[in-house]
């Protein structure tokens, strides 16, 4: 296996916006990274760039210590499982996985009766790793339980068998490299969850350098060792998964990251020494001054950040937070409660302007007064109670309204 590094590649398509704007990020090697981000981000077309099927229009990437410009696609040594699986129909299984490889090793009856004449050494090489395609298929095979449907062309299977078949045709070539676009979106929910499963027991098995594109967060945080959430073309933060969750960088990151989208406040925040109070049209929260936000001016305007999980049903802060439930969530074993902080029944949850300018994070929300709280499934909770909330001050987010970095403390 080998690393694989960007380093200030950008793509700009005729006529068109980068759509991959100086890019730079190594992967290192047998490390499995998510590339993560909303539909037209950039994250395709930067797992295409590696891959040499479009070329970069500046900017270096190198696959090991081998810089791949001007390689063609065929001699990067990578393989890849596209979203659409990519199958030959009308070649069994068993001539999927195989048909690569043939080709590498030779190629057609002509192809290589040709090269016994010309190249005889170099044809005999051929020849003896042409007589382990057998064993190599077989073995594939059988390690994505597949091996009882070689002789099955890919209209007799499932969408899940389908899947492992390209799954195997890209583990049967022993790369340097695999590149996953999107490889589960065709799959119904459970199938998905089984598959993310099977790919993360492969990496450990194999230890292979994988780059895997995705725009369901759930799958980048379940699968990836670190991820690299993007927009606008633009890498907004690399880390592991669970930096991402509890410190994302930016305004953008947090509500991209998790399940259930964070709860955001726009308001203002006062210093007064020992303390710091956040007010908006809902909230009027006091705080030890060591849960706020880095040092910065006495009054200035902030994003206020929280996940449903750091909130509960109670009693808590010197002025206690009060709402009226307006939906409950009943998951089985959670519940997520959504409270309006106000008296208006079309308040919703925040819901941020689509950011269209590569180099400014503002993106603040827009201003709601609605909260989601997960809670026990056996919290006694009714649709039109009136609740109090309890914030979690240590589990709190500051982020600044014009910027939308995170200010908060390390």
């Not at 590498?104 to 190249?119: M, T």
């Not at 009027?284 to 999980?309: H, I, Q, W, Y």
């Not at 009943?330 to 919703?348: F, I, N, W």
Request: one cysteine or more; aromatic letters at 6%.
């Amino acid at each position: 296996m080998s690393s694989v590094s960007l380093e200030n590649v950008s793509k700009r398509f005729q006529g068109a916006d980068l759509a991959v704007d100086d890019v730079s990020l190594i992967v290192n090697d047998r490390e499995f990274l998510v590339l993560v981000g909303p539909s037209g981000c950039g994250k395709s077309t930067t797992l295409r760039l590696i891959a040499g099927l479009e070329r970069c229009t500046s900017g270096t990437i190198r696959i090991g210590d081998r810089v791949v410009n001007d390689v063609i696609p065929k001699d990067r040594n990578i393989a890849m499982v596209f979203q659409n699986y990519a199958l030959y129909p009308h070649m069994s299984v068993y001539n999927n996985l195989s048909f690569g490889l043939r080709l590498r090793f030779g190629g057609g009856i002509v192809n290589r009766g040709i090269r016994r004449l010309l190249k005889p050494g170099q044809a005999a090489e051929l020849s003896k790793l042409r007589s382990g395609i057998d064993q190599q298929v077989r073995q594939t095979a059988e390690r994505l339980g597949i091996d009882h449907l070689l002789n099955r062309k890919p209209h007799q299977l499932s969408g899940g068998e389908r899947q492992r078949v390209a799954l195997g045709r890209a583990i049967v070539r022993d790369p340097a490299a695999f590149l996953f676009d999107e490889p589960l979106s065709n799959l119904d929910a459970k199938l998905r969850q089984k598959m993310r499963v099977e790919l993360k027991r492969l990496h450990q098995e194999m230890q292979a350098t994988m780059i895997y594109v995705t725009h369901d967060q759930v799958e980048a945080m379940t699968l990836g060792d670190r991820v690299a959430v993007m927009n606008g073309g633009k890498i907004l933060q690399i880390d592991t998964p669970l930096a991402i969750y509890d410190r994302p960088a930016n305004l953008f990151v947090a509500q991209f990251i998790g399940s259930v989208p964070i709860n955001l406040q726009s308001g203002v925040l006062k210093n007064n020494g020992a303390t710091v109070r956040f007010q908006n049209d809902w909230l009027n929260m006091e705080l030890e001054s060591k849960f706020g936000p880095k040092a910065g001016a006495d009054t200035r305007s902030v994003v206020l950040g929280f996940r449903a999980e750091d909130v509960r049903l109670g009693e808590g802060f010197r002025a206690p937070i009060r709402g009226t439930v307006t939906a409950i969530d009943r998951l089985g074993d959670m519940t997520h409660v959504h409270v309006s902080l106000t008296d208006e029944p079309r308040a919703r949850m925040f819901d941020a302007p689509e950011n269209k300018d590569n180099d400014n994070l503002n993106i603040a929300p827009r201003a709601t007064g609605m909260l989601v709280a997960r809670t026990s499934s056996n919290d006694p909770v009714e649709t039109g109670q009136t609740v109090a909330l309890t914030i979690d001050p240590e589990r709190i987010l500051w982020f600044d309204a014009d910027s939308g970095k995170n200010i908060s403390k390390d």
